[in-house]
């Protein structure tokens, strides 16, 4: 349901655990901080501590509370201009869904200054609310049709997995690296949108 707020390059994070039967979505950003160094897990601690100091509760829930969620690459520097991803990345969401077995819980955390119209604020966040609690949303189900089309995808391997490897081990030759994982990317073409919200039911 939070997809109705989806945005280009808007922070968000999703993680579930089928064994425990939880899940926890957020998205959009109250507070962030993306940042690289050494001391880049130091930084995302003062950062979440600074948050949770100025944070007010307006439940008492022992067992769901706002969270602050991060994103670390593998190394402190950027190894390369064309990256993806920043060295460290950590946000305070303004949306965050909390799944249990037996229950669930909407945060909304919201950014107030001094001179914040609290009304306007309070409106915003309302008809938010209204978006997602009447928001539609189905398991995605393929007509055969299309599933003949998806048999068919071109999957192109454009990446020279030797190359990886032997840099691989030169970086542990040189002890740059103790140890690492490699993973073999591959691009997938379709004539069909990918749409991310229903391949988390792929």
Same mark, same amino acid.
């Given at each position: 349901?939070?997809?109705?707020?989806?945005?280009?390059?808007?922070?968000?994070?999703?993680?579930?655990?089928?064994?425990?039967?939880?899940?926890?979505?957020?998205?959009?950003?109250?507070?962030?901080?993306?940042?690289?160094?050494?001391?880049?897990?130091?930084?995302?601690?003062?950062?979440?501590?600074?948050?949770?100091?100025?944070?007010?509760?307006?439940?008492?829930?022992?067992?769901?509370?706002?969270?602050?969620?991060?994103?670390?690459?593998?190394?402190?520097?950027?190894?390369?201009?064309?990256?993806?991803?920043?060295?460290?990345?950590?946000? +305070?969401?303004?949306?965050?869904?909390?799944?249990?077995?037996?229950?669930?819980? +909407?945060?909304?955390?919201?950014?107030?200054?001094?001179?914040?119209?609290?009304?306007?604020?309070?409106?915003?966040?309302?008809?938010?609310?209204?978006?997602?609690?009447?928001?539609?949303?189905?398991?995605?189900?393929?007509?055969?049709?299309?599933?003949?089309?998806?048999?068919?995808?071109?999957?192109?391997?454009?990446?020279?997995?030797?190359?990886?490897?032997?840099?691989?081990?030169?970086?542990?030759?040189?002890?740059?690296?103790?140890? +690492?994982?490699?993973?073999?990317?591959?691009?997938?073409?379709?004539?069909?949108?990918?749409?991310?919200?229903?391949?988390?039911?792929?």
């Amino acid at each position: 349901m939070l997809h109705e707020f989806a945005a280009p390059d808007q922070l968000h994070f999703y993680i579930e655990n089928p064994a425990e039967d939880e899940a926890i979505a957020a998205i959009g950003s109250v507070s962030s901080l993306k940042t690289s160094g050494k001391a880049r897990f130091l930084q995302a601690q003062k950062f979440t501590r600074s948050c949770f100091s100025r944070l007010v509760l307006a439940n008492s829930s022992t067992h769901f509370f706002p969270r602050c969620f991060c994103s670390f690459s593998f190394f402190d520097q950027e190894s390369t201009s064309e990256s993806a991803f920043s060295e460290a990345t950590i946000f +305070l969401p303004r949306w965050q869904i909390f799944s249990t077995a037996d229950q669930s819980a +909407l945060f909304a955390n919201l950014a107030v200054h001094a001179d914040s119209n609290l009304e306007l604020l309070i409106e915003q966040t309302c008809r938010e609310f209204q978006n997602i609690r009447l928001a539609k949303y189905g398991i995605f189900n393929l007509s055969s049709n299309i599933r003949y089309k998806l048999n068919h995808w071109d999957v192109s391997d454009t990446n020279n997995f030797k190359v990886a490897v032997a840099s691989a081990l030169k970086s542990i030759q040189i002890n740059r690296l103790n140890k +690492l994982v490699l993973a073999h990317a591959v691009d997938v073409v379709s004539k069909l949108p990918f749409q991310w919200i229903d391949s988390l039911h792929r």
